[in-house]
């Protein structure tokens, strides 16, 4: 059983006798509290999707849920549901929009290393990759001699994103995208 303090984000964390899946964490340190840490999370049930936000002292005892990864690839969208095909066993897994809507800004069509995260064999996530590739539809004209200037300027990324980019960079361009930190890495 782990603290919260050693709680991460996608966690699936067993509460009051319901999984939750944490999305968010804040961690605070209020004054005159003698080292401990409080740990705000905003959790979700992973059955009904009911957001609920708890605080932990960092000494807190929390069970962790059992989560099952599946490697899958983008294969459609219905409406306001997101279809996920597993690659080995070629299962369709089905998520909300609204559930993953982070998530959509960096998945295209060929988007790889995409994990299903399951919880009692029921989807209820997705894990990214650390880079993506993703190509540029809308930003300014590219300016000669632009990479030896540390300025940047703003791009549209074909699912929407909108990231900083060096001024050498031009549309049409694909580009690697850290998607912890939302920022440009490098030409693809």
């Given at each position: 059983?782990p ?5 991460k ?25 003698a080292?401990?840490s ?40 219905d ?8 690659t080995?066993?070629f ?11 982070d ?20 989807p209820?996530?997705l894990?990214?990759?650390p ?11 590219s300016?000669?001699?632009?990479s ?6 703003p ?12 001024e050498h960079i ?19």
């Amino acid at each position: 059983m782990p603290k919260a303090s050693e709680i991460k984000k996608n966690s699936a964390v067993e509460y009051e006798g319901r999984v939750y899946f944490v999305r968010d964490i804040e961690r605070s340190v209020p004054q005159g509290r003698a080292g401990g840490s409080l740990y705000r999370m905003r959790m979700y049930d992973v059955v009904t999707n009911h957001k609920i936000d708890e605080t932990f002292k960092d000494s807190d005892m929390l069970n962790l849920a059992d989560l099952v990864r599946r490697p899958a690839t983008f294969s459609y969208s219905d409406g306001n549901e997101y279809v996920f095909m597993d690659t080995e066993d070629f299962t369709q897994y089905s998520l909300n929009g609204e559930a993953i809507a982070d998530e959509l800004l960096f998945i295209s069509e060929d988007t790889q290393g995409v994990m299903v995260i399951l919880v009692s064999d029921s989807p209820v996530a997705l894990d990214l990759p650390p880079t993506v590739e993703l190509e540029i539809v809308e930003t300014d004209p590219s300016i000669k001699g632009g990479s030896a200037t540390a300025r940047t300027k703003p791009a549209k990324l074909t699912t929407g994103l909108v990231v900083q980019v060096p001024e050498h960079i031009s549309t049409g361009d694909r580009i690697k995208v850290n998607v912890e930190e939302r920022r440009f890495l490098s030409r693809a």
